[in-house]
């Protein structure tokens, strides 16, 4: 009963930590038209409240998954969680939009302490029959916490019209459910400490680098996500203005559409038994392009079946890269996923430098334009990794059922 007990208390928490931690990283997503108005800034400089968070937590999530070897996971969740939080209670009194975007950056990298420490803190304290379902909670919160914190800050803005009053909102709910975490967290029972070394640390980081077919992963899973987050975040945009004419609170609801990518998640592991990780890809990307076709169109509802679409086919994807990395590496798997992380966030924060001048010139179609141009580069670098390096793979393979040595190509 104690272990049942023990399992329930630490999935509970680690879940409602990243539903804290979404809740305070995409809230502002739905509300860039009002940001643009009330700091009379760019297109451009609104999206920087998105991108400064990405960026902080892609290079927040390198520190803390480092740290938490040396000094565990349990203390990480709480201080790192605890801090951001504290960035998420003083954003509301900000009135200078430079210290606004550092702010987030900040807010970010703290953040980051969840992503980083939830899966080793899964894999050191239950045991490895349970580790599957928690893991599957906590993918899923991941989800919850980014749709809910758009739509409670798309309402909370149509009932008090104030930036502010739904930043502490925001926070004050994250607080709230913190507390929760505080009081429920188990102490960690398994960890062993490792003495943190940062010359090995950066050591393990180049040679994951050095590795062409990993970065070829690394840099298609940056432009995926840099064009998935930016595209809606330019969407909400489009959405504020004529012919639409959307409020907050409706603009905010078309973020339910990310349950598609829910769903493909939860289809990609069966689909990747069968055809492979690397066919997953490929499909995930294609239905992305198809996507774009739907949100092409001017018509509502075509668009809003585009925005479920491409959500399907981004999950997907990302869902089979993921995976994709580990099989890849035999050693330093945790410096490996961290690295793709780091890429991962950081095409999320760099992403909207790459769309706003199409839609500076050429406005919502210039955005799918771009969109389509990094997803074609994204078939390209699948394309190299496959006459590169899958028939190098099938080789080894072969070599070792016949039970001959053969020396890898380079």
Not at 313 to 329: D, N, P, R
């Amino acid at each position: 009963m104690k272990n049942i007990t023990h399992y329930n208390s630490l999935t509970i928490s680690i879940c409602l930590c990243s539903i804290v931690t979404f809740l305070n990283i995409y809230w502002l997503q739905p509300l860039l038209p009002l940001l643009q108005q009330s700091f009379a800034i760019t297109p451009l400089a609104a999206n920087l409240a998105m991108s400064a968070p990405f960026l902080g937590m892609g290079l927040g999530l390198l520190i803390l998954a480092s740290l938490s070897d040396a000094i565990g996971r349990y203390p990480i969740l709480l201080c790192g969680t605890a801090a951001g939080l504290c960035v998420s209670l003083s954003l509301p009194l900000v009135e200078n939009y430079t210290l606004f975007i550092f702010l987030r950056f900040i807010q970010g990298a703290f953040l980051a302490a969840c992503p980083a420490v939830a899966i080793p803190f899964f894999r050191e304290e239950l045991r490895k029959s349970w580790l599957p379902s928690a893991v599957g909670f906590y993918i899923a919160c991941n989800t919850l916490g980014g749709i809910s914190s758009r739509l409670i800050s798309g309402i909370g803005i149509e009932y008090f019209d104030s930036l502010r009053a739904t930043g502490y909102i925001i926070a004050l709910l994250s607080c709230a459910l913190f507390a929760l975490v505080f009081l429920f967290l188990p102490k960690q029972r398994h960890f062993i400490a490792e003495k943190f070394n940062l010359t090995t640390s950066l050591k393990q980081f180049s040679i994951h680098l050095k590795r062409p077919q990993l970065i070829l992963i690394y840099l298609l899973i940056g432009l995926a996500f840099g064009c998935f987050v930016n595209l809606f975040s330019y969407l909400m945009i489009v959405l504020e203005g004529s012919p639409y004419d959307l409020p907050s609170w409706a603009r905010s609801l078309m973020f339910l559409t990310f349950l598609g990518g829910t769903l493909s998640a939860s289809f990609a592991g069966q689909f990747a038994k069968k055809h492979g990780q690397l066919a997953g890809i490929i499909t995930g990307i294609i239905i992305m392009l198809g996507a774009n076709v739907l949100l092409s169109n001017s018509d509502l509802t075509l668009m809003v079946m585009g925005m479920v679409t491409i959500a399907i086919g981004f999950f997907f994807c990302h869902t089979q890269a993921s995976t994709l990395v580990g099989k890849m590496v035999n050693k330093g798997k945790g410096s490996a996923q961290a690295l793709y992380s780091l890429f991962y966030y950081t095409g999320a924060s760099l992403g909207v430098f790459f769309i706003d001048p199409f839609y500076q010139h050429w406005g919502w179609p210039g955005v799918i334009a771009s969109t389509t141009i990094a997803l074609v580069i994204c078939l390209v670098l699948v394309a190299i990794y496959q006459l590169k390096f899958l028939p190098q793979h099938i080789l080894v393979l072969q070599d070792a059922k016949s039970a001959r040595k053969i020396v890898p190509r380079c």
